[in-house]
């Protein structure tokens, strides 16, 4: 239950540590979505350490919890894309305050407890127990884990994996901080085929706030009336939490309370990703050809680039 109540503070984000129930309506479908990226996000937190069956819901949401595929983020119908997305953002959120390193404690220690109890617990119990509890996911040798059924792929067709170190000879992983390997290594828990930037457009929207418009820039003289004055120069406007200039996508409303008729709404900087999710017409940009510098050094595949993704629940 604790476990659960988390994975809702995860979904729903910092702005709803003071709502009632994290905002979430109780008495009706409306919040049903966050319900099931809540149930994903728990999924993906347990399967590493072989917990998944035996810390599962006990809500009437358990059957969509037992029908996840082996990877909860897993896109199976369009239908599921916007649960999935807000599951991946809170997973990426996990890594952040308050959050940050004290759930991989928990649940490595409740692994510890169950493991040293099991001699100790009626045998009845213990087989139920045994039944349930999995074998952690062996890990790839950049230290992700890899999933329990074999994922198709290996690095050398990762989007993260690069060439790099000594005459950049070698493939290394941005997901696993840049550490070595091989060509020919499984795809891991996090792999992920070619990236393209029409389906994602995750640096111009939520994961950044700023495109700083150098006096140089084309963008400066033949766009003036998209740019925003600020201390010693300009920036790109900004059309709620997306770039001015950004189109596509399907707009996503932010967490609201939903109890005693109070209100969650915050402005669009403010709320937390996604506030869009992809579907619908493709993310192109409406000055590409004279757009600013910021956005010509951004490079497809960067670190930068799997940040940004992360944030906005594109990418583990």
């Known amino acids: 239950m604790i476990l659960h109540e988390i994975c809702h503070s995860l979904v729903q984000g910092p702005q709803s540590f003071g709502w009632v129930d994290w905002g979430l309506d109780n008495m009706g479908a409306g919040d049903d979505e966050r319900e099931q990226a809540c149930l994903r996000l728990q999924a993906a937190l347990l399967d590493p350490w072989g917990l998944r069956r035996i810390l599962a819901p006990t809500t009437d949401f358990r059957a969509f919890y037992d029908q996840l595929p082996a ?5 199976r119908k369009a239908e599921e ?11 990426a959120r996990r890594n952040r305050r308050p959050w940050r390193g004290h759930l991989s404690l ?4 409740t692994r510890r407890i169950l493991e040293e109890c099991a001699p ?3 045998s009845q119990e213990a087989s139920l127990l045994a039944s349930l509890l999995e074998v952690p996911l062996a890990l790839h040798p950049s230290g992700i884990p890899l999933m329990r059924a074999s994922k198709e792929g290996s690095c050398d067709d990762c989007a993260w994996s690069f060439a790099g170190g000594p005459g950049k000879k070698r493939l290394r992983c941005r997901q696993a901080e840049n550490a070595p390997v091989k060509p020919d290594d499984p795809a891991c828990l996090a792999h992920e085929r070619p990236l393209d930037c029409l389906t ?4 111009c929207r939520e994961a950044y706030d700023t495109v700083e418009v150098g006096p140089r820039d084309p963008a400066r003289k033949l766009h003036l009336e998209l ?12 059309k709620g939490s997306r770039c001015i200039c950004l189109e596509g996508g399907l707009p996503h409303p932010p967490p609201r309370v939903s109890i005693f008729g109070g209100s ?4 669009d900087g403010d709320a937390v990703a996604p506030r869009t999710i992809p ?4 993310f192109t940009c409406t000055i590409y050809e004279s757009r600013p510098k910021t956005c010509r050094d951004f490079t497809l595949g960067s670190q930068h680039c799997l940040d940004a993704r992360r944030i906005v629940g594109l990418s583990r």
Do not use: W
């Open 264 to 267: 969650g709404d915050q402005e």
């Open 279 to 282: 579907g619908g017409a493709r």
């Open 106 to 109: 928990a649940l490595g220690a």
């Open 227 to 238: 740019l925003v004055e600020r201390k010693g120069g300009r920036d790109m406007g900004r």
């Open 71 to 75: 990877d909860p983020f897993e896109e």
């Open 200 to 203: 994602c457009g995750a640096c």
């Open 81 to 91: 894309r916007a649960s999935i997305t807000m599951a991946r953002a809170a997973y």
């Open 120 to 122: 100790f617990i009626p």
